[in-house]
């Protein structure tokens, strides 16, 4: 596998879209128009967009099997799960309270774990954390963490 480096680039003034990165990144360079972050390969991050009528965010993987483009993002990326609106917030709770509680895999358990997570994100009404647990120890017990 060739070096495969995702660089996120977040500009100081945007002009038609804010971008926000949340990820383990392994590099980040100040410039004067911004900051640029550089993920390894395999790296999960979190792209949170607002543009002047919406909000959506993206969980991707930096995959050479990447195909899709987004705003900011210097190579193609594959989606595991998106969502709009008010689902923005939930996934910034889910994965906050994943930072929190679960720091060493809150950004290294397998594609099938975030898939699943963003079909729980679609429930109606506010997250169930239970169900977040739930659902990242069925993921541990089946061995679906990349973080060995």
Do not use: W
Request: net charge positive; charged share 20%; with cysteine.
């Amino acid at each position: 596998m060739k070096n495969r480096i995702l660089s996120v680039e977040i500009l100081n003034t945007p002009h038609f879209y804010t971008l926000y990165a949340d990820g383990h990144e392994d590099t980040m360079i100040e410039k004067p128009n911004g900051v640029e972050l550089l993920y390894p390969p395999h790296a999960v991050l979190f792209l949170y967009y607002t543009f002047p009528a919406h909000r959506r965010v993206y969980c991707v993987r930096n995959t050479e099997t990447g195909i899709s483009s987004l705003p900011g993002l210097s190579l193609p990326v594959t989606i595991l799960f998106k969502q709009f609106a008010s689902r923005v917030d939930k996934t910034k709770r889910a994965v906050s309270y994943l930072r929190e509680h679960y720091p060493d895999y809150t950004y290294s358990l397998s594609d099938l774990f975030y898939t699943r997570l963003g079909i729980l994100l679609l429930a109606k009404g506010k997250i169930s954390y239970e169900a977040v647990d739930s659902l990242l120890q069925r993921s541990l017990s089946h061995g679906c963490s990349t973080n060995t």
